[in-house]
């Protein structure tokens, strides 16, 4: 195409998205503002800068669109009136709506009209900006600083269909091993290997069901990748012997940053093999991350990936079963790095929204070729389009702020239709102090979150549920309880999702497009199709409103039937986080005596029907390894009529 030709989309006969005709047109500004800020500032307002490379498409923007999507960015779920910027960010400040980039750049979006559903995929890595409205309601744009126009148009009927289309060309969330779907712990950090297991046991003891403990950077030797401090954690092999007896994991951190250190194998490895980004005069390009001044692998070289992979080994050797990616964006205390470090893909501007991509994708092949055909997992703070292939994703430093935990569920709403649908936010929050309230909250409002962690800096109240009264303790257990129970009916979501790219959690919006008032609730959102949660995510309540869309729903705890299309008022003490179940649901649920995932047997399973008219298929696998891929699993297909539910068999492979 030419610079001045234009186009038109048509899907199924309707048009359905146009270029923009005419340019853009800024604000006007403030004239006498601009004078002030000159005479404040001491300087002269400048002119916007020149983007001489920039490429841009701009496309109008209808009247009644809404706009989802871009990952973890902050504010609102609909990003209609809002401008936005792809360059993966390390802030540890509290991240309020008016930040403009966070961790992860997914250059993804969907665009809901009344008359259309479309999905942009605008591939490209360098720094980009989204502006959907914000400048003028007319239009939106996206603006990459440098490189190729390579966008996708996506059509669908509906938000499954967009993201089913953009999941199949980028890739879906596996089924991760089921533990994995658990309730993890973590704090930066459990200093010793003994404190780790004093926490196993304290959950068994509360009778709290814990499936993972997270070790943060303390357990290694002088914040060396691949090391372990050997005397805070000696035996760290034998410590995941005995939180294995107990049905506890380990997963570990691994940070990016190798410590420039003469005697330490990864540098030295490193530099014969000329594994780290470089300077443009050729030299080792350094800044400093937490082992001090460090140097950068260059994930975009394969060598360095395998390289980077078969260190998984050393994990592996000690029991450790996922691993922790962090600082991946990469993160730097020496200033951010500069545009020109080299990597083989390209410069560092090129391939700063990648590098995180790039370092799980080094870490997933390695477990895929070490951990003995189990599924890896692999956790991320920095992603880009498809990373949802090789890892999860929580969504950094937030805090302990009654904002942050609607924050949480605007991020994870967006995340899940953006295909990441393994990811969560630290429960508790990260930052600050939690108070009992909040911390009872904050796992409510997760109570589904795919990925469920407790997790808190160093220097902040400690937050492990035993830290506060019997009162948290006790509502603690009881959500992660009722997690647990829905465990069977997550994991068959996981599965589907694997299989059609349809996110475990989702917005109202996606499952009731067409329904406008939920365009912007994020307070309430989807496990399936079948369970809506709303929890209550400010201080000193006893109740919330819950809009509940069209049909017929049960109160989970009271059995109670609303009709939809409509708000209700629902109770919701401190312990009890509001649930609603659509007519028609059939839900497999694990009942009894469980302490983690390892308890959960197939004859513990039973199944939830709701009055309605209904379907699910309900899938079980060995919950560990590849062997489903090559039809070592069952799948039942359970069928439901008012209250008769029927049972056909779709697979016997186990
Ligand atoms: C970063 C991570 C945080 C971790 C800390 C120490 O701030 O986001 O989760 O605990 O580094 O490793």
């Not at 270029?19 to 403030?30: F, L, P, V, W």
């Not at 290694?220 to 410590?239: A, I, Q, S």
């Not at 410590?259 to 540098?267: A, G, H, P, T, V």
């Not at 990616?325 to 200033?335: L, T, V, Y």
Request: charged letters at 25%; hydrophobic letters at 35%.
């Amino acid at each position: 195409m030419k610079d001045n030709e234009k186009l038109d989309i048509y899907y199924k006969g309707k048009l359905v998205l146009s270029d923009y005709e005419k340019a853009r047109k800024k604000g006007e500004k403030n004239p006498y503002e601009d004078l002030a800020i000159a005479e404040l500032e001491g300087h002269t307002v400048g002119k916007d800068e020149e983007k001489t490379d920039s490429v841009t498409i701009i496309k109008k923007l209808g009247k009644d669109d809404a706009i989802y999507d871009l990952g973890d960015k902050p504010g609102c779920l609909n990003k209609r009136g809002y401008s936005y910027v792809n360059w993966n960010t390390d802030d540890p400040a509290p991240h309020v709506d008016s930040f403009k980039s966070l961790y992860k750049s997914i250059p993804f979006f969907i665009v809901l009209g009344d008359e259309y559903c479309y999905g942009i995929f605008a591939d490209n890595t360098y720094k980009t900006t989204f502006d959907f409205g914000y400048e003028n309601t007319d239009y939106y744009f996206v603006e990459h600083e440098k490189g190729e126009l390579d966008y996708y148009f996506m059509p669908g009927n509906d938000m499954a269909e967009v993201v089913g289309l953009y999941t199949s060309l980028t890739g879906t969330t596996p089924l991760y091993q089921r533990w994995i779907y658990g309730s993890h712990q973590s704090r930066w950090g459990y200093y010793t290997q003994d404190e780790v297991l004093d926490i196993a046991d304290k959950f068994r003891e509360l009778d709290i069901p814990c499936d993972v403990i997270h070790m943060d950077i303390d357990y290694m030797n002088g914040y060396r990748v691949f090391t372990f401090d050997d005397k805070k954690f000696p035996d760290v092999k034998g410590l995941s012997e005995k939180l294995a007896d107990r049905g506890v994991k380990l997963i570990s951190i691994i940070d990016p940053g190798v410590k420039k250190d003469e005697d330490y194998f990864m540098y030295k490895e490193g530099m014969e093999m000329d594994a780290f980004a470089h300077d443009t005069d050729g030299s080792v390009y350094e800044n400093a991350v937490w082992p001090g001044t460090s140097v950068f692998p260059d994930f975009t070289k394969q060598s360095v990936r395998s390289w980077w992979g078969d260190k998984t080994k050393i994990l592996l050797e000690h029991g450790i079963s996922g691993i922790w990616n962090d600082m991946n964006e990469p993160a730097s205390f020496n200033g951010p790095l500069p545009d020109d470090v080299q990597f083989e893909y390209g410069a560092h501007e090129k391939v700063h929204n990648i590098y995180g991509h790039f370092m799980a994708k080094a870490t997933y092949e390695g477990l895929a070729k070490n951990d003995g055909g189990k599924r890896p997992f692999v956790l991320t703070r920095a992603a880009y389009a498809g990373s949802q292939k090789y890892c999860g994703g929580w969504t950094g430093d937030n805090h302990s702020i009654w904002a942050h935990i609607a924050l949480s569920l605007e991020q994870v709403c967006n995340l899940s239709v953006s295909g990441l649908a393994m990811c969560g936010s630290d429960i508790g929050g990260f930052g600050s102090d939690t108070t009992p309230e909040l911390l009872v909250r904050f796992y409510e409002a997760a109570v589904f979150v795919p990925f469920f962690r407790n997790h808190s800096a160093m220097g902040t109240r400690r937050q492990e549920p035993w830290q506060f009264d019997e009162t948290t303790i006790d509502a603690v257990r009881k959500t992660v309880k009722l997690r647990y129970r829905f465990i069977p009916y997550i994991y068959d979501l996981a599965h589907e999702c694997e299989k059609t790219g349809a996110p475990i959690v989702r917005p109202l919006v996606y499952e009731y497009p067409a329904d406008k008032h939920v365009r912007n609730i994020s307070d309430e959102y989807m496990l399936g199709s079948f369970v809506l949660v709303a929890p209550v995510i400010a201080p000193g309540k006893e109740a919330r409103e819950v809009y509940l869309p069209d049909g017929d729903r049960y109160d989970y705890y009271t059995g109670e039937k609303y009709s939809g299309g409509r708000y209700i008022l629902a109770d919701a003490p401190l312990d009890k986080v509001p649930v609603f179940i659509k007519a028609g649901a059939i839900i497999p649920v694990a009942d009894g005596e469980i302490r983690s995932t390892e308890d959960i047997t197939e004859d513990k399973i039973s199944i939830l029907t709701y009055p309605g008219k209904g379907s699910f298929v309900h899938y079980q696998d060995d919950n560990e390894t590849f062997a489903y891929r090559n039809g070592a699993y069952n799948a039942v297909e359970y069928t439901l009529d008012g209250e008769t539910l029927e049972k056909r068999v779709l697979h016997k492979g186990l």
